[in-house]
C-alpha cells in the first residue's frame, strides 16, 4: 500500500511537472495515462488552471494572413472552419456558452444576454450588437467613456477631442439617448442598435410619378440605368424624381410572384425572375487544386512578344459541347498547331495527355510558357507542367483579350470547324492538314511573312 501511494505521489509530481510546460490539463492526464478527473483534482489542489490548447494550424494560419493570403483560403489550408478563421483575426476567445471579444465583451447565447464592464444587459438583438460598425458609428467604450467625462464637468469640445470626435457627434449622442436619470450609455447603445434598420416603405411601392415613369421606361424596355439617368435629364430640379439602379432591381425582382412574374421576366432582359448571387472575389472557391499563377506575373518578356517559345492556349468546342479541338497559337511567330483529343473529350486528363504529346514535339528553346483561360480543362496544369517544364498562366476570369493571339486564331478556324458541327470527326491528318493552311497564310502583322516561315527562321538560326 505504502510503495502504491509513493507510486501516485510521483506520478502526481510528474503531472504538475509536465502542466507547468504544457499547460492543458487534458493534455498532460492522456501523456501520462491518468484519469482526467484525477488529473484536475490534482491542478486544482496545486492553485493551477488548465489553458485552453493553441490550434496546431494556428501559428501557420497567421503567417498566411501575415503574408496577405485570403481568410477563406487560409482557412482551408490549415483545417478550420471560416468561423474559426474570423474568431481569430478578429481576437474572439470561445467560452463554453458565448464568445468574449477583444474590447471585453462576454456574449451568452445560452442566456441570451452581453456582459460590458461587469453590467450585463439582455440586448435588442445579440445580433445587432455582436455586429462590427463602421468606424463612424460609437462604440460603447466610447459611450462609456461620455458619461464619465460629462460626469466630471467636461465640455462637450473636452470630450469631442477626448475620443477624436467633433462635439457636435457628442451633442447628437447625449440628447439623443438623455432621459430623467442623465445619459446612460448601456441603454443608448441598445437604443442605437434598435434604430439602426431603419425600415420604410420601398420607394417605388407608393403610387406617383415616379413610379408611373419607371412603369413606362420597363415597358419601352429600358434597363434600370437608362431609366435612372433618364429622370435626371427629364426632371434636373424635383429631388422627389431620383431612384437608384439597385432600387429598381429590387422593386422588380421583390414583384416577381405569381401573375407578375411574367411582366418581370419581360422587363428584364436577361429573363431570370430572381437575382443571380455574386461572391465577393475573396470568398470564390478556388478554381483548381492546384495554384494559379495569374497573368499579371507572367514576365515582361512574354507580354512584348520579343521572346519566341510562349504559347496561348484555348478549346473550340462542338456540338452541344460533346466534342472539341485544342489549339496552340505561338506569340511571336502566329504558328498554330491544333491537338486532337480522342473522340472529342474535353477531360482534364484528356486535354493534358493532348497537350504534352503535342508540346513534345517542340524543341526545348520553344517550350517557354503556356497561357490559357480559367476553364476546368486544365485542372492538371501543375502535371502538364512537370512534363513539359512549361509554366502555365492564367487569364482573369471574362478577359479574352488577354490571350488575343488565339482568340484570333479560333475566329479563322471556324471557316473549317463551323459552330454547331462535329469536331471529333476531324482525324488527326486533317487537323494537320488545316494547321498547314493556317500557317501557310501571309500575315499583316508578320510584315507579309507567314507563320511557317517565321518558325522555320527560328529554328535555323
Known sequence: MAVECADLAGLRE?????????????????????????AFGWARKAGLSSQRRRHPGREKYERLRAAGVARRVAARQVGVNERTAK??????????????????RRVDYAAGTVTMCGVTTAP?????????????????????????????????????????????????EIDANSGSEGYQPYAAYRAAAARRPRPKERKLLREGRL???????????WSPEQICHALRKECPDDE????????????LYFQARGGLKREVQAAIRSGRTRRKPRRDPERRM?????????????????????????????????????????TLVERATRYTMLVHLPGGAHDAETVRDGLVTTVQTLPAHLRGSLTWDQGSEMARHKQFSVATGMPVYFCDPASPWQRGSNENTNGLLRQYFPKGTDLSAHSPEDLEHVA?????????TLGWDTPAERLRDLLTT
Request: aromatic share 6%; glycine share 10%; net charge positive.
Open 14 to 38: 510528474r503531472f504538475l511537472e509536465r502542466l507547468d510546460v504544457v499547460g492543458n490539463v487534458t493534455v498532460v492526464a492522456r501523456e501520462l495515462g491518468v484519469n482526467p478527473n484525477t
Open 87 to 104: 474568431d481569430w483575426d478578429w481576437g474572439v476567445k470561445k467560452s463554453r456558452n458565448g464568445r468574449i471579444y477583444a474590447d471585453g
Open 124 to 172: 435588442v438583438g445579440l445580433s445587432a450588437l455582436e455586429k462590427q460598425l463602421h468606424p463612424r458609428f460609437l462604440t460603447l467604450a466610447e459611450r462609456e467613456k461620455i458619461r464619465d467625462l460629462r460626469a466630471a464637468g467636461k465640455s462637450l469640445r473636452a470630450i469631442g477631442r477626448a475620443l477624436g470626435r467633433p462635439a457636435s457627434t457628442v451633442k447628437r
Open 211 to 221: 413610379r408611373r415613369f419607371v412603369q413606362d421606361g420597363l415597358r419601352s424596355r
Open 240 to 251: 422627389s424624381m431620383r431612384v437608384s439602379v439597385e432600387t429598381v432591381y429590387q422593386a
Open 286 to 326: 478556388p478554381r483548381f487544386i492546384d495554384p494559379m499563377v495569374m497573368i499579371s506575373d507572367r514576365p515582361a518578356a512574354v507580354e512584348d512578344r520579343a521572346v519566341p517559345g510562349h504559347w496561348e492556349g484555348d478549346l473550340i468546342i462542338g456540338a452541344g459541347g460533346r466534342s472539341a479541338i485544342a
Open 436 to 444: 498547314q493552311e493556317l500557317n501557310g497564310r501571309p500575315r499583316k
